[in-house]
């Protein structure tokens, strides 16, 4: 049984378009991140979020930790070819190591 | 980039065979983590070292162990490779364990095929 759910698995969209992931949990959190993969390497890390109900924008990027600690999401405005990619979500329990969720990926067409 | 490389790149081998697969670090960090990547799965974590000769289990160590005797040095071994355990194989560091100041750099992966 996966720790963390992401939804949806798989995301296709056009260029331009606005797009939100989730990423959600029966457990509590210590903390939260995001990574993006690119086919052929290791994943990097975007983003980590602590705080319940805390916002964190990179560029056209937005992630949102919810108030219970549960889950994120992340949100993507105006999308470009080069997000394209795998994004992963993974959660820390309080005093433990990340856990990370099956993955979104997303294809962004020109 | 983070100074972590992993080898071989790519292997194929056959079931029943030993396979050791090794990550080094010039970075110097205290956590070395050891993944499998497969598809609808993500990245689940095999083993993760917090120290030299100190490991402990991840969520699906099951046929595989580890060894760090050095520092910049992790060891992910299949004693008797199965199909099962086709996979990509991700090696990670980090200097801290969780929270906010914890990110994990990772390696370029190794593609494992067994037969």
């Known amino acids: 049984t996966q720790l963390l759910e992401q939804s949806p698995q798989f995301l296709s969209i056009q260029e331009g378009e606005n797009l939100t992931v989730y990423c959600n949990s029966s457990?509590?959190?210590?903390?939260l991140q995001w990574y993006r993969q690119e086919p052929g390497e290791g994943p990097v890390l975007l983003v980590t979020?602590?705080?319940?109900?805390e916002v964190k924008k990179l560029k056209r990027l937005t992630f949102q930790f919810g108030d219970a600690r549960k889950d994120s999401s992340l949100h993507i405005t105006a999308a470009q070819p080069g997000d394209t990619g795998l994004y992963l979500c993974?959660?820390?329990?309080?005093?433990?190591?990340?856990?990370f969720g099956s993955g979104t990926k997303l294809n962004v067409k020109p | 980039d983070a100074g972590i490389t992993q080898s071989p790149r790519h292997k194929v081998t056959e079931t029943g065979t030993p396979v050791t697969l090794r990550c080094h670090q010039t970075?110097?960090?205290?956590?070395m983590y050891w993944y499998r990547q497969d598809p609808g799965h993500g990245l689940r974590l095999i083993h993760y070292?917090?120290?030299?000769?100190?490991?402990d289990k991840g969520e699906v160590s099951d046929g595989y162990s580890v060894s760090r005797s050095k520092t910049e040095d992790f060891l992910l071994t299949l004693e008797s490779a199965t199909s099962s355990q086709t996979s990509v194989y991700f090696c990670?560091?980090?200097?801290?364990?969780?929270?906010?100041?914890?990110?994990?750099?990772f390696g370029p992966g190794t593609r494992l095929t067994v037969l």
């Open positions: 970075e110097n960090h205290r956590y």
């Open positions: 979020v602590v705080t319940g109900g």
């Open positions: 990670a560091i980090s200097g801290v364990l969780a929270g906010v100041d914890n990110e994990q750099f």
């Open positions: 457990s509590v959190f210590s903390s």
């Open positions: 070292s917090y120290g030299v000769k100190d490991t």
């Open positions: 993974a959660g820390a329990e309080y005093g433990d190591k990340f856990y």
